[in-house]
């Protein structure tokens, strides 16, 4: 399709392209239900190379750097500076916003593809590389943010039942 544009036309047509791509995948990120981002979906599972997030650390530094980049919070939106609440039901909704946000920069990654078939060597390789720069970081950070909210849910989760089963034996000491 671009194989034969003019220099300003390929910045043009690939700004275009990049832009509306991404403005449609926000917008179903934005419509599909919540369930749809359910952090128990397989594609939102911890893969064992990940160990646990471990290899976020090791292998790319990512407490380095993750702070760093920008992040877009909606009105009453989720920082990934802190934590606001320590309830089950704002872990909850945590998890499911990093599922959302893992989405959304994954599907805009498959714009690089569209790209690299689009546009002549070697614009397509830097338009491609541009996209994959501007999401594979966040899609990552979602990732990596998930490990840490699910260690912080595991360990509610412990305390609660922990809580329990204390007030339970409690009773039973007092009851006769």
Not at 40 to 53: A, L, M
Not at 71 to 100: P, V, W
Request: charged fraction near 20%; include cysteine.
């Amino acid at each position: 399709m671009l194989k034969n544009a003019n220099p300003l036309n390929l910045l043009f047509w690939n700004i275009a392209l990049a832009a509306c791509w991404h403005v449609v995948v926000f917008i179903a990120c934005v419509r599909l239900p919540s369930r749809f981002f359910d952090g128990n979906r397989k594609r939102y599972q911890p893969r064992r190379w990940e160990k646990d997030g471990r290899w976020y650390r090791d292998h790319l530094k990512i407490q380095l750097w993750k702070d760093k980049v920008p992040q877009f919070i909606a009105k009453d939106g989720f920082s990934k500076s802190h934590i606001t609440s320590l309830s089950l039901e704002y872990l909850n909704e945590f998890i499911m916003e990093t599922c959302r946000g893992e989405w959304m920069h994954f599907a805009n990654c498959l714009c690089a593809v569209v790209v690299l078939l689009i546009n002549p060597f070697p614009v397509n390789v830097i338009f491609a590389v541009l996209v994959l720069l501007g999401n594979l970081p966040f899609a990552i950070i979602q990732r990596y943010n998930r490990f840490r909210l699910n260690t912080v849910r595991r360990k509610l989760i412990r305390d609660m039942q922990h809580a329990a089963q204390s007030i339970e034996q409690e009773q039973a000491t007092v009851s006769p």
